[in-house]
């Protein structure tokens, strides 16, 4: 039986600044005494079946000042308005932003810039609580802008906290590509908790890539609390690279018709790393089409979840709703569980869901080497091509390129098209 947690949600807070975001009384509003009647949750909570926390409550973390490192060691792309956090500071902001694209950071940010969003779970109230530093991100009417947006925030230190907010405003007919990296230096127990409210006009495209890049030893917890208004196209693609512990919460409110939705998600872990992929859409209009494709590789004794949750509200006809989970496992110790799930109260509606977990294709190792190719580079090959149409996802082979070699260096894996 799991042990109890009772009360380590409070002796885990014990050492935690209070937020300094200029948070409105909305977002607030009852948020500490939701937070006095919860602790972590158990294996029997739904949603934290399989992702255990146990660890996570016993640690104590404190706030230390780092000394200002190299970012350009976690440079994803170069050409790109850049914004680097290392723990609770911005050390770097370009200086060179494009009319219509504006951003603010920290305390500049005003009471009434934020607009409201849900936080139901223990992690989002406990950003609400914590939230330490982040950015507001707008993008003006009409506006596309030229580069992308790369936003990189490094965990710096053993047991360190970082409570990261965001808010990214695309306004009508505005579109952008925004790239977000997570890393650590020396993270040992530390833990990073970082929110994104993401609101879409009429008519706007966003393209969101995260890549989690964290160290062996970091516990991160990202949410993506996502609205879109009619005619709308959102794209999020998730590659999970690195991190000891990783909790991806996604949520899609599609709150207009004619909206595009995609979700996509590229996980590769090893050793005793855990990944758990939870998204949600929820088609409240009708005329809409949402996909989502989600592929893991899982090496020794890994683990990783997927619980992927579409609705279809009773007034949301003619859907195209479809999601597809997909797994490999490299070793008999190595675990996933998938669970994705349709929830309809419509008639008019093409929905369809499916998950695959097996092993290696061994037919295809056995005609690689029988072609001349070592054991070891015809598995990774194998591999490379299982996890090719999810990373194929990512429009900016600038950013596609810096995932190959992170992949190259790490796994030994060369996919098609790497340079």
Not at 84 to 93: A, G, K, P, R, S
Not at 155 to 174: C, H, M, S, Y
Request: proline share 2%; aromatic share 8%.
């Amino acid at each position: 039986m799991e042990q109890s947690t009772k009360a380590s949600l409070q002796s885990f807070r014990s050492n935690l600044s209070a937020a300094k975001l200029a948070l409105p009384s909305v977002l607030i509003a009852n948020n500490e005494g939701d937070l006095s009647l919860m602790d972590f949750p158990t294996s029997r909570h739904e949603a934290w079946k399989y992702t255990r926390l146990s660890r996570l409550a016993k640690i104590q973390l404190e706030s230390t000042i780092a000394a200002p490192i190299d970012w350009e060691d976690f440079n994803m792309v170069k050409d790109a308005y850049t914004f680097v956090f290392q723990n609770t500071t911005c050390i770097y902001i370009s200086n060179d932003l494009p009319d219509g694209l504006s951003i603010k950071i920290g305390d500049e940010i005003a009471t009434t810039d934020w607009l409201s969003s849900i936080n139901e779970s223990h992690v989002a109230k406990l950003n609400v609580a914590h939230a330490q530093n982040g950015c507001l991100i707008n993008i003006a009417k009409g506006i596309q802008v030229d580069k992308p947006i790369q936003i990189i925030y490094i965990t710096d230190g053993p047991k360190q906290p970082n409570f990261w907010r965001n808010q990214l405003n695309i306004e009508v007919g505005a579109k952008a590509n925004i790239h977000i990296g997570y890393f650590s230096k020396d993270a040992i127990d530390s833990y990073s908790n970082v929110h994104w409210s993401v609101f879409l006009k009429e008519n706007s495209h966003l393209i969101m890539t995260k890549i989690q890049n964290d160290g062996e030893a970091n516990f991160h917890f990202s949410t993506e609390n996502i609205s879109q208004l009619k005619d709308s196209n959102f794209t999020l693609n998730t590659v999970t690279l690195n991190g000891a512990f990783v909790r991806n919460d996604v949520l899609v409110h599609v709150e207009g018709e004619n909206c595009e939705t995609h979700l996509n998600g590229a996980y590769i872990m090893k050793e005793n790393q855990h990944v758990d992929n939870h998204t949600t859409v929820d088609h409240i209009f009708p005329n809409c089409n949402s996909y989502e494709l989600y592929k893991g590789v899982m090496d020794d004794k890994s683990t990783a979840v997927f619980n992927g949750k579409v609705f279809v509200r009773p007034n949301a006809q003619k859907i195209n709703a479809f999601q597809s989970n997909a797994n490999v496992l490299l070793s008999d110790d190595a675990t996933i569980n998938s669970k994705p799930e349709l929830e309809i109260y419509a008639d008019d509606v093409k929905c369809s869901h499916g998950s695959t977990t097996g092993q290696l294709d061994l037919e295809a190792v056995f005609y690689l080497r029988s072609r001349g190719i070592s054991e070891t580079e015809a598995r990774s090959m194998v591999v490379a091509a299982f996890m090719t149409d999810v990373l194929s996802k990512v429009a900016s082979n600038d950013l596609k390129s810096y995932i190959y070699q992170q992949l190259a260096a790490r796994f030994n894996l060369h996919l098609q098209g790497e340079d």
